[in-house]
C-alpha cells in the first residue's frame, strides 16, 4: 500500500514536471514570438490598407479561457508599439468569437493560447479573408496555413506560410522575407 | 596420393574459411566508408554549420547597436570598427579566426543613411567549404535593420572532422586487431578439429579391423563347439547319456554367438553397414513363430502372454523377416525378462490401408507391452544409448546393453521411430508403426521344413569327393563329421599351399575354403584354382567368420560360388552342397530323436514316496534337496524322461508349476 503511494507520488511529481518544462517552453516561444510579431508588422509593406477611417491602425490578441495572459502580452507589446509607420496603435485583448464577429480592418492579429483545430482553421480563413497578418507562436501552426510564426533551429528566425501570404495578398519586405523560413505546402 | 589429397582437402578448408573472412573485412570496410562518407560527415557538417549559425547571431547584437548610432557621421565608422573587431575574434583551440569575410547589407527605408553608404563588404567573401550565415539585424523595437552574411571558417569544421577521424581509425585498427585474431584462432581450431578428425577416422578404421578380428576369432571357436553340439544332438546315444551337458554347451555358446551377433550388428547400423532385403513373407506364420518363442519364455518366467493380432492383417508382405523378428523378439524378450509378474501382450494393428491397382500397401503398428518395472522418467533418454542398461537387479550381468539401441537403429532402417512410454513399477510400451508392401501372388518360401536334414540319409548317384581347406583342426573335424554321415568323401588341408596340391592329386568334386587362413588366405588360393582353365567350373565355396558386409560381394567377384557363415549351419551348408553339385537327397522315413522318445515306451516313474518327497522339497522351496533328489534320478538312467520333465522346473524356480506337474504324473 505504501509503496503504491510512493509511486503515484512519484508519478505526480514526474507529470507535474513535465507539465512545468512545457509550459516554461511555450511561455518562451510566446515571447520571443511577440518580438518577432512586431517586426513582422513593421515588414507589412500594405499596411495603409488596413488603416481605419479615424487613422488607426488595430491588433488584436486573440485568447480562448486565458485573457490574463493576453492582457501580460498586450502590456509588453503595447510599450514599444503606440505608433506604427506613423499610424496611432490600437491594440485590443479579444476572445475567439470577437475576433471572429470583427467588422473594423484589422492589421495583425497574435493567438495568445493553442487553438484546437476547427477555431485555428476559422481563424485562418478569417484572416485571410481580412488581409491580416495572423502570428501564432505556438509549433505546427504556420504548416497548418497561420500566416506567421517562429523557427527555432540554430537561430531563431521568422516563419511564413508562403501560400497563405499569397492568397492574403499581403505584402512583405523582401529583406524580411530573405531572412525568413518559408513553408510552401498548402494549407 | 592419399596425403596429397589430405594437403588439396586442408588448402581448400583453409582457403574456404579465409575467402569468407575477406569477404566479411570487404564488407565491414566498404561500410565503414559508407558510414563515414553518407552518415557521420553531413553531421558533422551540419554542427559545423550551426555552429556557424550561433558564431555569427552572437556578433548581432554589435552590429544593431553600431547601426543605431544616432549620429550619421559617425555610425559607418561605428560599423566599420564592429566588423573588424567580428573578423579578429580567435578560436584559441583552432588557432585561427573563425569568421573570414562579412557582407552588410543595409535596409534603407529604416536605417536613415545615404544609399550604399553603409553596405560593407570586408574580408574574404567567398571561399571552398566555408559556411555562409545569413542574419537579420534587427532593433530593438523588432524592426530589420540590416541583414549580416558571415563566412565563416571550415577551420571548426576540420578540427571535429580531424578527431572523429582519428577516433574511428582508432576503433577500426582495434576491430581490425580482434578480426585477424578470430581468424587467425579459427585457423588454429580448424586445423586441431580437423586433426582430430584424422584420428577418429584413424581410430574408427581400427576399430573396425578390430571388430573384424575379434568376431573371427570369436566366431571360430564357436564354429567348432556348435558343430559339434549340432552332431553331438543327432546321436542318440549320446544325448541319452549326456544330452542335459550338451544341450547347456550348445545353449552357452549360442547365447555368446548372440552377444557377437548384437556387438556386430550394432557396429553395422552404426556405420550403415546394414542393407535391407525385404522378401514375401507370410505375416501369421512369421507371427506364430514369434508367439511361440514367447510362449516359452513366459511360462518359464510363470507370466501371462496375450497376443492380439488385427483380423484383417495381410497374408504376405514385403519386407526383411530376418531383422523385423530381431527387434520383435528383442522387444519381446526384453518385456518377459523385465516383468517379474502380469503380462505381456503383444499386438498387430492395421493403421491404413492403401490400395492401389499395381500394388497394395498396409500401414502396421507393432506393439509390446508389459507390467514389469518400467522405467523412471529421467532414465527414458538413456534406454537407447548403446552400452547402457538401467541398473536393476534383472539387468545386472544380463545381455550386451545393445539390444534397444540395435532395434532402434532398425526402425530408424526402415524409416521409421521406436516409441516408449514408461512409468516405473506400472510398466512400458514399446511401439513402432511400418508400412509394408503387400504382396497379391506371393509364392512364400517361409515356412521352411527345419528338421530336413535330420531325415537325410544321403545322395544318389556317385560318390562326391569334398576338399575341406581350414588351418582350424576343430573346424575341418566338424565339416569331416557333418559330410562323412552323409555319404561324401572328405579330404583335408590344413593350407593353402597344401589345399591346392591335394585339388591336384585327388580331382575332388567340391572345394570348402577357409577365406582367412595364415599361409595364403582363401581370395588367393581361389584365384590360384581359377588360374587353371580345368578348375574353372569346379565349386569352390567360401567358409568365413568375418561378417563384413562386403565380404560376399568380395568372395563372389574373385571366383567363390558361393558364402557360407561361421558357425556353419547344417541346412544352409547342405542346400549349397545341393545346388553346388546338383544333388538329389536320399530322405530316410526315420523320425527325429524327439519323435523316438515319443513312440518309445511310456514314461518311467519313480515310486510315489520319492515323487512325494520330492513334492514336499518343492512346496517349502527347497532347492537343494530338489537338485539331491534329481542328480539320483539322472544318475539312475530308467527316469530320464522324468527327470527332463521336472529338471527345468527347478532349475527356473518354478516351484508352484513343480507341485501341479507331479501331481499331475501321480494323477496319471
Known amino acids: 500500500m505504501v509503496k503504491a503511494l510512493h509511486i503515484f507520488c512519484l508519478w505526480l511529481i514526474l507529470a507535474m514536471s513535465f507539465s512545468v518544462a512545457a509550459d516554461s517552453f511555450t511561455d518562451r516561444r510566446t515571447s520571443v514570438g511577440i518580438k518577432l510579431f512586431r517586426s513582422m508588422l513593421v515588414s507589412n509593406t500594405a499596411y495603409l490598407d488596413k488603416v481605419t477611417p479615424s487613422g488607426e491602425l488595430h491588433i488584436k490578441l486573440i485568447y480562448t479561457q486565458n485573457a490574463r495572459k493576453a492582457h501580460t502580452l498586450a502590456s509588453s507589446l503595447g510599450a514599444d508599439l503606440k505608433v506604427l509607420q506613423g499610424k496611432p496603435v490600437v491594440l485590443e485583448v479579444v476572445s475567439l468569437n470577437e475576433f471572429l464577429n470583427s467588422k473594423t480592418p484589422i492589421l495583425g492579429a497574435f493567438i495568445v493560447q493553442k487553438m484546437n483545430g476547427a477555431n485555428l482553421k476559422a481563424m485562418i480563413d478569417k484572416s485571410i479573408l481580412g488581409q491580416t497578418l495572423l502570428f501564432s507562436p505556438f509549433e505546427g501552426d504556420v504548416e497548418k496555413g497561420v500566416f506567421g510564426g517562429i523557427s527555432v533551429e540554430s537561430k531563431v528566425r521568422p516563419f511564413i506560410n508562403m501560400t497563405t501570404l499569397k492568397k492574403s495578398k499581403i505584402t512583405m519586405k523582401a529583406f524580411y522575407l530573405r531572412v525568413s523560413k518559408k513553408h510552401e505546402s498548402s494549407t | ?668
Not at chain 2, 45 to 50: D, E, H, K, N
Not at chain 2, 445 to 464: D, V, Y
Request: with cysteine; hydrophobic share 45%; aromatic share 6%.
Open chain 2, 1 to 668: 596420393m592419399k596425403s596429397r589429397r589430405y594437403i588439396a582437402g586442408k588448402l581448400k578448408t583453409t582457403f574456404t574459411i579465409s575467402l569468407i573472412f575477406i569477404c566479411v573485412l570487404i564488407v565491414y570496410l566498404i561500410s565503414m566508408f559508407h558510414y563515414w562518407q553518407g552518415e557521420l560527415q553531413p553531421r558533422l557538417r551540419q554542427a559545423a554549420a550551426t555552429q556557424a549559425d550561433i558564431i555569427s547571431q552572437s556578433q548581432m547584437g554589435l552590429l544593431a547597436n553600431a547601426l543605431q548610432t544616432v549620429e550619421t557621421d559617425k555610425r559607418q565608422r561605428a560599423v566599420q570598427q564592429v566588423i573588424k573587431e567580428i573578423l579578429l575574434v580567435t578560436d584559441p583551440s583552432i588557432g585561427e579566426p573563425l569568421i573570414s569575410g562579412l557582407a552588410l547589407e543595409v535596409d534603407y527605408d529604416t536605417v536613415q543613411a545615404s544609399a550604399d553608404s553603409l553596405n560593407i563588404n570586408e574580408g574574404i567573401l567567398s571561399c571552398e567549404g566555408c559556411f555562409i550565415s545569413e542574419v537579420a539585424v534587427m532593433a530593438g523595437t523588432g524592426e530589420l535593420l540590416a541583414i549580416a552574411t558571415f563566412n565563416v571558417t571550415e577551420a571548426y569544421y576540420r578540427l571535429l572532422s580531424s578527431d572523429i577521424k582519428s577516433k574511428l581509425i582508432n576503433q577500426l585498427i582495434i576491430t581490425l586487431a580482434l578480426f585477424f585474431s578470430v581468424w587467425v584462432g579459427m585457423m588454429i581450431l580448424v586445423s586441431r578439429l580437423d586433426k582430430l578428425k584424422q584420428n577418429i577416422e584413424i581410430s574408427d578404421r581400427a576399430k573396425t579391423r578390430f571388430l573384424a578380428n575379434v568376431s573371427h576369432e570369436l566366431r571360430t571357436p564357436l564354429n567348432a563347439i556348435l558343430g559339434y553340439t549340432q552332431l553331438f544332438n543327432q546321436d542318440k546315444t549320446l544325448m541319452n547319456s549326456h544330452g542335459r551337458g550338451i544341450e547347456t554347451i550348445h545353449r552357452s555358446a549360442d547365447h555368446l554367438l548372440l552377444l557377437i551377433n548384437d556387438i556386430l550388428d550394432f557396429s553395422k547400423v552404426d556405420s550403415k553397414g546394414i542393407q535391407l532385403c525385404p522378401s514375401e513373407v507370410i505375416l501369421a506364420d512369421f507371427l506364430k513363430t514369434l508367439v511361440e518363442m514367447t510362449e516359452v519364455r513366459a511360462t518359464i518366467k510363470d507370466i501371462g502372454f496375450v497376443y492380439e493380432f488385427a483380423d484383417k492383417l495381410p497374408e504376405v508382405v514385403m519386407v526383411d523377416d530376418k531383422r523385423l523378428r530381431q527387434i520383435l523378439l528383442n522387444l519381446l524378450n526384453n518385456a518377459v525378462k523385465f516383468t517379474r509378474q502380469g503380462q505381456v501382450t503383444f499386438t498387430v494393428e492395421v493403421l491404413a490401408e492403401n490400395s492401389q491397382q499395381d500394388s497394395d500397401s498396409v500401414l502396421l503398428r507393432f506393439a509390446v507391452k508389459d507390467t514389469g518395472i518400467g522405467i523412471a522418467d529421467d532414465k527414458l533418454a538413456d534406454i537407447f544409448v548403446p552400452y547402457q542398461q538401467i541398473d536393476n537387479q534383472i539387468t545386472r550381468a544380463e545381455g550386451s546393453g545393445l539390444g534397444l539401441t540395435i532395434s532402434k537403429n532398425l526402425v530408424e532402417l526402415m524409416g521409421q521411430t521406436l516409441n516408449v512410454q514408461s512409468q516405473s513399477e506400472v510398466g512400458s510400451q514399446f511401439w513402432f508403426d511400418l508400412p509394408l508392401p503387400v504382396s497379391k501372388h506371393a509364392t512364400p518360401l517361409l515356412n521352411k521344413n527345419h528338421n530336413a536334414c535330420e531325415h537325410i540319409t544321403g545322395f544318389e548317384g556317385p560318390s562326391k569327393t569334398i576338399l575341406s581347406i581350414d588351418d582350424n583342426h576343430f573346424n575341418r573335424d566338424v565339416i569331416r563329421q557333418y559330410l562323412t554321415r552323409y555319404g561324401f568323401d572328405v579330404i583335408e588341408a590344413s593350407g593353402g599351399e597344401e589345399g591346392l596340391q591335394l585339388l591336384k592329386q585327388n580331382q575332388p568334386d567340391l572345394v570348402l575354403l577357409d577365406v582367412l587362413m595364415p599361409d595364403m588366405d582363401g581370395y588367393t588360393v581361389v584365384e590360384a584354382i581359377r588360374s587353371e582353365a580345368k578348375y574353372e567350373q569346379l565349386p569352390v565355396i567360401a567358409l568365413t567368420a568375418a561378417t563384413q558386409p562386403y565380404m560376399e560381394e568380395k568372395a563372389l567377384s574373385c571366383g567363390f560360388n558361393a558364402v557360407l557363415a561361421k558357425p556353419l549351419e547344417q541346412q544352409l551348408l547342405l542346400a549349397a552342397l545341393k545346388k553346388a553339385l546338383n544333388l538329389d537327397w536320399v530322405v530316410a522315413k526315420t523320425s527325429t530323436i524327439e519323435d523316438e522318445e515319443t513312440d518309445d515306451e511310456p514314461m518311467q516313474l519313480p515310486d510315489e514316496a520319492l515323487i512325494a518327497t520330492l513334492k514336499e522339497h518343492a512346496e517349502k522351496h527347497n532347492i537343494l534337496a530338489i537338485r539331491t533328489v534329481l542328480k539320483e534320478l539322472e544318475a539312475d538312467g530308467r527316469y530320464q524322461q522324468f527327470h527332463d520333465l521336472v529338471a527345468p522346473l527347478a532349475s527356473h524356480y518354478q516351484f508352484v508349476k513343480l507341485v501341479e506337474a507331479l501331481k499331475g504324473v501321480t494323477k496319471a
